[in-house]
């Protein structure tokens, strides 16, 4: 079974411009969840999608946003990026929910704005 | 809101030594689970914790679940180079069902 994938593995933007990153689930699995890793901040949720409704939301401004396909593909948007923004963003996916069940990474695409 | 703090933030121990890392959450917590991240990886899941008192064993490792279900600890017997990494926490909160992730633990060991 093929893991969680995600794309593009590394991007560079700058300051003011937005930037789409994609998640491939595990075949089968209808949550993903997405995640912000910093140094300073360390593993912090974004938000969940499951069967293309938005199920939980962390503490991130309106400029982060996502959605999910009917494929269970999802999709995270950063708009008007700020530097500290710069961070690795995952996501993970399990069958059910974020909250009740083993979660599987993907490799993060890795963001820097200059 | 509700916070999950865990410790220590660096754990160095020489090869063959026990390790433990411990989280506290500010509030109960409805389930715990536990992550390790090797240098350069992703997060790879190692197991939940849903009743009060639990303990799970996977091999060299033991995790428990306080009585309260506001704390959580990982403890590694007789470490080995393949335990280098950082072990997250990440409680899933009762009242908001939103899942918080302590700071982690990286493990060095000295062989």
């Known amino acids: 079974k093929a893991g969680v994938t995600q794309t593009p593995r590394y991007l560079i933007k700058t300051r003011g411009q937005q930037v789409t990153l994609s998640c491939s689930p595990i075949s089968g699995h209808r949550s993903v969840s997405w995640y912000q890793q910093t140094p300073g901040q360390g593993l912090q949720f974004l938000f969940e999608?499951?069967?293309?409704?938005?199920?939980n939301k962390g503490n991130f401004p309106g400029r982060f946003s996502g959605r999910q396909f009917s494929n269970s593909r999802s999709e995270m948007n950063v708009s008007t990026l700020e530097l500290g923004d710069s961070a690795l963003y995952l996501c993970a996916s399990s069958f059910r929910a974020v909250t009740d069940e083993t979660q599987y990474f993907g490799p993060g695409t890795r963001l820097l704005v200059l | 809101g509700q916070q999950v703090m865990q410790i220590p933030q660096y754990q160095h121990v020489q090869e063959g030594e026990d390790f433990t890392t411990y989280c506290n959450s500010s509030?109960?917590?409805?389930?715990i689970q536990w992550y390790k991240q090797r240098p350069g990886g992703h997060p790879v899941f190692l197991i939940q914790?849903?009743?009060?008192?639990e303990v799970k064993k996977q091999k060299r490792l033991t995790f428990q679940f306080g009585e309260a279900k506001k704390n959580s600890s990982l403890h590694i017997t007789a470490t080995q180079t393949t335990d280098v990494g950082t072990y997250f926490c990440?409680?899933?909160?009762?009242?908001?069902?939103?899942?918080?992730f302590g700071k982690g633990t990286r493990l060095h060991i000295l062989p």
């Open positions: 509030t109960t917590l409805s389930n």
């Open positions: 914790l849903v009743k009060s008192g």
């Open positions: 990440a409680g899933m909160g009762f009242m908001d069902d939103k899942i918080i």
């Open positions: 999608y499951f069967s293309e409704t938005q199920r």
